[in-house]
Protein backbone atom coordinates (compact mmCIF):
# COMPACT_ATOMS: atom_id res chain seq x y z
CA UNK A 1 0.00 0.00 0.00
CA UNK A 2 1.72 3.22 -0.91
CA UNK A 3 0.48 5.65 1.23
CA UNK A 4 1.96 8.30 -0.73
CA UNK A 5 1.48 9.20 -4.14
CA UNK A 6 3.38 11.20 -6.40
CA UNK A 7 3.41 12.21 -10.30
CA UNK A 8 4.77 12.78 -12.70
CA UNK A 9 7.43 10.29 -12.56
CA UNK A 10 9.20 12.59 -14.96
CA UNK A 11 8.93 15.92 -16.02
CA UNK A 12 10.62 18.23 -18.83
CA UNK A 13 10.49 21.87 -18.18
CA UNK A 14 12.31 24.66 -20.48
CA UNK A 15 14.49 27.23 -18.45
CA UNK A 16 12.33 30.08 -17.01
CA UNK A 17 8.97 27.86 -16.60
CA UNK A 18 7.31 26.66 -13.39
CA UNK A 19 7.85 22.89 -12.70
CA UNK A 20 4.73 21.76 -10.98
CA UNK A 21 5.05 18.16 -8.82
CA UNK A 22 2.35 16.84 -6.94
CA UNK A 23 1.71 14.27 -4.05
CA UNK A 24 -1.57 12.83 -2.51
CA UNK A 25 -1.55 11.24 0.52
CA UNK A 26 -3.66 8.91 2.60
CA UNK A 27 -3.07 9.11 6.26
CA UNK A 28 -4.80 12.13 8.17
CA UNK A 29 -1.95 11.17 10.81
CA UNK A 30 0.39 12.74 9.23
CA UNK A 31 2.00 16.29 10.26
CA UNK A 32 5.29 17.08 8.35
CA UNK A 33 5.44 17.03 4.70
CA UNK A 34 9.15 18.18 3.67
CA UNK A 35 10.23 18.10 -0.23
CA UNK A 36 13.62 16.56 -0.42
CA UNK A 37 16.05 17.24 -3.86
CA UNK A 38 18.38 14.62 -4.70
CA UNK A 39 21.15 14.90 -7.48
CA UNK A 40 23.12 11.75 -9.05
CA UNK A 41 25.47 10.12 -6.59
CA UNK A 42 24.33 12.44 -3.98
CA UNK A 43 22.14 11.36 -1.07
CA UNK A 44 18.63 13.65 -0.31
CA UNK A 45 19.03 16.64 0.91
CA UNK A 46 16.29 18.81 2.32
CA UNK A 47 14.43 21.48 0.37
CA UNK A 48 11.45 22.82 2.05
CA UNK A 49 8.77 21.91 4.15
CA UNK A 50 5.34 22.54 5.65
CA UNK A 51 2.89 21.85 8.12
CA UNK A 52 -0.81 21.07 8.03
CA UNK A 53 -1.83 24.28 9.72
CA UNK A 54 -0.40 26.59 6.71
CA UNK A 55 -1.23 26.09 3.12
CA UNK A 56 1.88 28.09 1.28
CA UNK A 57 5.04 28.16 2.16
CA UNK A 58 7.78 29.67 -0.23
CA UNK A 59 11.51 29.85 -0.34
CA UNK A 60 12.72 31.50 -3.06
CA UNK A 61 12.20 29.84 -6.08
CA UNK A 62 10.38 26.78 -4.36
CA UNK A 63 7.02 26.55 -2.79
CA UNK A 64 4.49 23.99 -1.53
CA UNK A 65 1.05 24.37 -1.78
CA UNK A 66 -1.14 22.49 1.03
CA UNK A 67 -4.10 21.83 0.86
CA UNK A 68 -5.55 19.56 3.95
CA UNK A 69 -9.49 18.68 3.18
CA UNK A 70 -8.31 17.21 -0.10
CA UNK A 71 -4.94 15.18 1.29
CA UNK A 72 -2.42 17.11 -1.55
CA UNK A 73 0.28 18.74 -1.40
CA UNK A 74 2.64 20.54 -4.58
CA UNK A 75 5.37 21.69 -5.19
CA UNK A 76 5.81 24.54 -7.76
CA UNK A 77 9.64 25.38 -8.84
CA UNK A 78 9.25 29.41 -10.28
CA UNK A 79 11.65 30.30 -13.38
CA UNK A 80 13.04 26.63 -13.59
CA UNK A 81 16.92 26.97 -14.24
CA UNK A 82 19.39 23.91 -15.35
CA UNK A 83 20.80 23.10 -11.65
CA UNK A 84 17.35 22.74 -10.75
CA UNK A 85 17.72 19.31 -13.01
CA UNK A 86 17.32 16.33 -10.08
CA UNK A 87 14.82 14.10 -8.87
CA UNK A 88 12.22 15.45 -6.21
CA UNK A 89 10.88 13.21 -3.43
CA UNK A 90 8.33 14.40 -1.63
CA UNK A 91 7.06 12.82 1.88
CA UNK A 92 5.00 12.55 4.95
CA UNK A 93 5.50 11.27 8.42
CA UNK A 94 3.65 11.42 11.97
CA UNK A 95 5.69 13.31 13.62
CA UNK A 96 4.03 13.16 17.01
CA UNK A 97 3.85 9.03 16.34
CA UNK A 98 7.24 7.95 14.85
CA UNK A 99 9.90 10.86 14.22
CA UNK A 100 11.77 10.36 11.36
CA UNK A 101 9.37 7.58 10.15
CA UNK A 102 9.51 9.50 6.52
CA UNK A 103 7.21 7.96 3.86
CA UNK A 104 8.00 9.04 0.52
CA UNK A 105 6.73 9.30 -2.73
CA UNK A 106 8.63 7.38 -5.63
CA UNK A 107 10.18 10.05 -7.11
CA UNK A 108 9.89 12.99 -9.77
CA UNK A 109 13.06 13.18 -12.26
CA UNK A 110 13.06 17.21 -13.44
CA UNK A 111 15.00 17.80 -16.25
CA UNK A 112 15.48 21.69 -17.24
CA UNK A 113 16.21 22.31 -20.71
CA UNK A 114 18.58 25.71 -21.74
CA UNK B 1 31.99 20.05 8.77
CA UNK B 2 31.56 16.51 7.73
CA UNK B 3 27.66 15.33 6.67
CA UNK B 4 26.65 12.01 6.83
CA UNK B 5 29.47 9.54 5.74
CA UNK B 6 28.84 5.80 4.85
CA UNK B 7 30.92 3.17 3.95
CA UNK B 8 31.13 0.96 1.45
CA UNK B 9 29.95 3.66 -1.51
CA UNK B 10 29.48 0.39 -3.60
CA UNK B 11 28.95 -3.85 -2.81
CA UNK B 12 28.45 -6.43 -5.16
CA UNK B 13 27.87 -10.02 -3.12
CA UNK B 14 26.97 -13.24 -4.29
CA UNK B 15 23.38 -14.57 -2.81
CA UNK B 16 24.18 -15.79 0.76
CA UNK B 17 26.93 -13.65 1.52
CA UNK B 18 27.08 -11.24 4.70
CA UNK B 19 27.57 -7.29 3.68
CA UNK B 20 27.91 -5.42 6.96
CA UNK B 21 27.07 -1.60 5.67
CA UNK B 22 28.73 1.21 7.78
CA UNK B 23 27.12 4.86 8.94
CA UNK B 24 29.20 7.61 10.25
CA UNK B 25 26.49 10.45 11.30
CA UNK B 26 26.96 13.88 11.76
CA UNK B 27 28.88 14.58 14.86
CA UNK B 28 26.85 15.34 17.66
CA UNK B 29 23.67 13.97 16.26
CA UNK B 30 21.32 11.88 18.55
CA UNK B 31 19.38 10.44 15.61
CA UNK B 32 20.09 7.99 13.15
CA UNK B 33 18.02 6.22 10.54
CA UNK B 34 18.57 3.65 7.83
CA UNK B 35 16.58 4.26 5.04
CA UNK B 36 17.13 2.13 1.79
CA UNK B 37 15.01 2.15 -2.13
CA UNK B 38 15.22 -0.89 -4.11
CA UNK B 39 15.31 -0.46 -8.00
CA UNK B 40 11.92 1.50 -9.10
CA UNK B 41 10.48 1.58 -5.51
CA UNK B 42 9.77 4.61 -2.97
CA UNK B 43 12.50 4.82 -0.65
CA UNK B 44 11.76 3.56 2.75
CA UNK B 45 12.05 3.76 6.44
CA UNK B 46 13.83 0.84 8.11
CA UNK B 47 14.88 2.25 11.51
CA UNK B 48 15.32 4.64 13.78
CA UNK B 49 17.90 5.31 16.45
CA UNK B 50 18.17 7.57 19.65
CA UNK B 51 21.83 7.48 20.78
CA UNK B 52 22.33 3.70 21.38
CA UNK B 53 18.74 2.60 21.49
CA UNK B 54 16.56 1.60 18.80
CA UNK B 55 13.64 4.14 18.67
CA UNK B 56 11.42 2.70 16.10
CA UNK B 57 12.14 -0.55 13.73
CA UNK B 58 8.78 -0.94 12.28
CA UNK B 59 10.52 -0.91 8.70
CA UNK B 60 12.99 -3.68 9.19
CA UNK B 61 11.93 -6.57 6.35
CA UNK B 62 12.82 -9.47 8.29
CA UNK B 63 15.90 -10.94 10.49
CA UNK B 64 18.08 -11.10 8.03
CA UNK B 65 18.74 -7.73 8.44
CA UNK B 66 20.57 -6.37 11.92
CA UNK B 67 20.87 -2.98 12.77
CA UNK B 68 23.30 -1.59 16.01
CA UNK B 69 24.61 1.62 17.10
CA UNK B 70 27.32 1.01 19.51
CA UNK B 71 28.23 3.76 22.19
CA UNK B 72 25.91 6.46 20.16
CA UNK B 73 28.24 7.11 17.58
CA UNK B 74 28.19 4.59 14.21
CA UNK B 75 26.10 2.51 13.07
CA UNK B 76 26.19 -0.90 10.95
CA UNK B 77 23.76 -2.55 9.27
CA UNK B 78 24.30 -6.30 8.79
CA UNK B 79 22.56 -8.14 5.61
CA UNK B 80 22.81 -12.23 6.61
CA UNK B 81 22.34 -13.75 4.48
CA UNK B 82 21.55 -11.62 1.41
CA UNK B 83 19.09 -12.33 -1.39
CA UNK B 84 18.36 -10.96 -4.46
CA UNK B 85 16.05 -8.37 -3.61
CA UNK B 86 18.05 -6.51 -1.01
CA UNK B 87 20.02 -5.42 -3.81
CA UNK B 88 19.37 -1.53 -3.57
CA UNK B 89 20.69 1.60 -2.28
CA UNK B 90 20.95 2.12 1.59
CA UNK B 91 21.19 5.28 3.05
CA UNK B 92 21.82 6.51 6.67
CA UNK B 93 20.36 9.67 7.78
CA UNK B 94 20.52 12.00 11.09
CA UNK B 95 19.32 14.76 12.95
CA UNK B 96 20.31 16.56 16.34
CA UNK B 97 18.52 15.08 19.20
CA UNK B 98 14.64 15.83 20.15
CA UNK B 99 11.10 15.66 18.97
CA UNK B 100 9.15 17.16 16.60
CA UNK B 101 11.92 18.14 13.84
CA UNK B 102 9.70 20.65 11.92
CA UNK B 103 8.83 22.80 15.25
CA UNK B 104 12.46 22.87 16.39
CA UNK B 105 14.51 23.58 13.15
CA UNK B 106 15.65 20.60 12.70
CA UNK B 107 17.01 18.38 9.79
CA UNK B 108 17.27 14.81 8.98
CA UNK B 109 20.55 15.04 7.01
CA UNK B 110 20.96 11.99 4.38
CA UNK B 111 24.36 10.49 3.15
CA UNK B 112 25.44 9.66 0.12
CA UNK B 113 24.45 5.85 0.21
CA UNK B 114 25.47 2.71 0.23
CA UNK B 115 24.47 0.80 -3.02
CA UNK B 116 24.28 -2.95 -2.62
CA UNK B 117 23.96 -5.45 -5.90
CA UNK B 118 23.19 -9.07 -4.72
CA UNK B 119 23.84 -11.25 -7.71
Known amino acids: QQQVKQSPQSLIVQKGGISIINCAYE??????FPWYQQFPGKGPALLIAIRPDVSEKKEGRFTISFNKSAKQFSLHIMDSQPGDSATYFC?????????????FGKGTKLSVKP | EAGVTQFPSHSVIEKGQTVTLRCDPI?????LYWYRRVMGKEIKFLLHFVKESKQDESGMPNNRFLAERTGGTYSTLKVQPAELEDSGVYFC?????????????????FGEGSWLTVV
Open chain 1, 91 to 103: AASNEGGSQGNLI
Open chain 2, 27 to 31: SGHDN
Open chain 2, 93 to 109: ASSQGGPYLYLRGNTIY
Open chain 1, 27 to 32: NTAFDY
